[in-house]
């Protein structure tokens, strides 16, 4: 069975195919294509060539698809379908009328960042829909085969599949109850003296920036739980004499909520650097542009740049 390369397909031929595949004549091809019955013929001929097989045999008056034939008329249909909705003008976007699904991937404890999206595309779009998603170690491929719309996530290399723009820095951070012991006289030595939450059982000893940044200096933190969700912290943290070592961004709502207070690390951290990223195969697309600017736009109101 003959497959044919793509450099060798006229798309002209394939629209012919289709109609012949359906109406089982040439004549009628002809008449629904505006083309003479000798033009469609010499396209079957050269279709047969392509596919190396008859597709379409006489039988009396009438002509039945081969085995081959049949499948194309299933799956062409289809594929006709995208190629024209590739090759059409793009849709003008409008969010005020607009019922699209945004799709977002980003890291859990960047949740104080969705209600002040979700506020903002609410205020132009009232009826699209966010549809949130933690990080996946597979992010950046699924955001290049089109899984997300937008995927937020430190600053990895950029590449011609994939752009990016800075969102901001955040600095690390301390968190414990307010009347934490530790914050009566705050130090390095304090900061070690009691036990810390870790969010995710994925990171290894010694793994986390945190840990890399103390290890120089001797001191080593041990470790009291292990939580799977930053939401799951602060009730820990309020009622424990435990400390979690965050972007200051994770728990930006849920402090004041807890009673829960915070203080610089002992040590030098960089500041936590987010790169909101897009696909460049449809980062142009007027609706994937209007998204990104809201998302950055609420990234800078958690900076407090409104």
Do not use: C
């Not at 060539?49 to 698809?65: A, K, Q, Y």
């Amino acid at each position: 069975m003959g497959v044919p390369t793509l450099s060798k397909i006229d798309l002209n031929l394939l629209v012919v195919l289709d109609v012949l595949l359906r109406e089982k004549s040439v004549g009628k091809t002809a008449s629904r294509l505006n083309l003479t019955s000798s033009a469609v013929s010499h396209a079957l001929k050269r279709l047969r060539l392509l596919f190396d097989n008859e597709l379409l045999v006489r039988d009396g008056r009438r002509m039945v698809p081969t085995a081959r034939a049949e499948v194309l008329a299933e799956t062409l249909p289809a594929v006709l379908n995208s190629i024209e909705r590739t090759l059409a003008e793009p849709e003008t976007f409008d969010p005020a009328t607009s019922t699209r699904v945004f799709r977002l991937a980003a890291p859990d404890f960047f949740s104080p960042l969705i209600p002040k999206l979700l506020k903002r595309m609410g205020q132009e779009a009232p009826a699209v829909q966010l549809e949130v998603s933690a990080l996946p170690i597979t992010g950046m491929s699924d955001l290049k085969q089109g899984r997300y719309d937008a995927l937020i996530a430190p600053s990895f290399k950029r590449s011609d599949e994939l752009r990016g723009s800075a969102l901001g820095a955040w600095p690390w951070v301390v968190f414990g109850r307010e009347d934490h012991p530790a914050f009566a006289d705050w130090s390095l030595e304090a900061w070690a003296r009691f036990p810390h939450l870790q969010i995710g059982s994925g990171v290894a000893p010694g793994g986390s920036p945190i840990d890399r940044k103390v290890a120089p200096l001797g001191v080593t933190r041990r470790i009291g739980a292990v939580l799977t969700h930053f939401t799951m912290a602060p009730p820990v943290l309020a009622q424990t004499d435990m400390l979690l070592s965050i972007p200051s961004v994770a728990l930006r709502d849920a402090a004041q909520v807890y009673r829960l207070a915070q203080r610089e690390l002992p040590f030098d951290v960089p500041p936590l650097e987010l790169t909101l990223f897009r696909s460049s195969s449809n980062g142009d697309e007027p609706e994937i542009r209007w998204f990104h600017e809201h998302v950055a736009a609420a990234a800078q109101a958690l900076n407090g740049v409104e």
